[in-house]
């Protein structure tokens, strides 16, 4: 597995993509979480630091799209956390979509607790980077690979509050791109937040106080190219930009 990590970490170190894992091992599910553990221990030896969690899948769409029947996750670390402006050139595959973001204020210990635990809710983009060639991956690839996790923004933070509906709206250069409702992540946000609260509880992970929470896609990711300016707009939650270079 270590062998593995590293194959993959050195791939968004560099910014050359690397042929599936797949194609040169075998690996179910579990073993593709095991992957990803490694490869976020990696990154914490470089002194990242844990942050939030990310959601996969999250759209009965994607999951047909997939052959499967569950969301999927990654792990979010204080270096994904992007500002203003968003350096693309070492990047693969760049793509972005709009998120609604939730933050916790209390441990969650187990998925009951999930939804008691939020104290914020915004509205938010993710940038997604597989590392594989031509974008090609099995489910076990993308999981392997972080969920393809690699930054994100968040707008201003808002009481909590229903966010089963919200209208999202990703704009680049002042162009609509790709709008559309919450209500697309699993029927509503917090499902997929109770999602993540599972999932982490089954690797012996508890959601702590601070981190954040990405719900999932309301919309397909489109491509991020250089240069571009990108607004995210969410209904009743601001909205949250970022220039690419």
Not at 77 to 98: F, Y
Request: glycine residues 10%; contains cysteine; charged residues 20%.
């Amino acid at each position: 597995m270590n062998r593995l990590a590293e194959i993959l970490d050195e791939a968004a170190l560099t910014g050359r993509a690397v042929p599936r894992l797949t194609d040169r091992a075998t690996l179910d599910v579990p073993a593709a979480y095991e992957v990803q553990r490694a490869v976020i221990d990696r990154r914490r030896e470089r002194g990242e630091t844990l942050i939030g969690v990310k959601m996969g899948f999250t759209s009965r769409a994607k999951m047909v799209q997939m052959g499967v029947d569950d969301v999927i996750w990654g792990l979010l670390t204080d270096a994904m956390l992007v500002e203003s402006h968003l350096d693309t050139s070492g990047l693969i595959h760049p793509r972005v979509e709009p998120e609604i973001a939730f933050l916790l204020d209390r441990p969650v210990r187990n998925p009951a607790d999930a939804a008691a635990a939020v104290g914020a809710v915004a509205v938010g983009y993710e940038v997604l980077d597989s590392r594989y060639e031509n974008f090609s991956f099995t489910l076990e690839d993308v999981i392997a690979d972080n969920a393809s996790a690699c930054g994100f923004g968040l707008g201003p933070w808002h009481s909590p509050r229903g966010v089963g509906n919200i209208g999202l709206l990703l704009e680049v250069d002042g162009r609509p791109v790709a709008s559309g409702s919450s209500a697309a992540i699993l029927g509503d946000p917090v499902r997929s937040l109770t999602a993540a609260a599972r999932l982490a509880h089954a690797a012996g992970i508890e959601l702590q106080p601070g981190w954040v929470v990405l719900a999932g896609a309301a919309t397909a990711a489109v491509p991020l190219p250089a240069g571009a300016h990108v607004r995210v707009s969410g209904a009743g939650l601001g909205h949250v930009e970022v220039t690419t270079r």
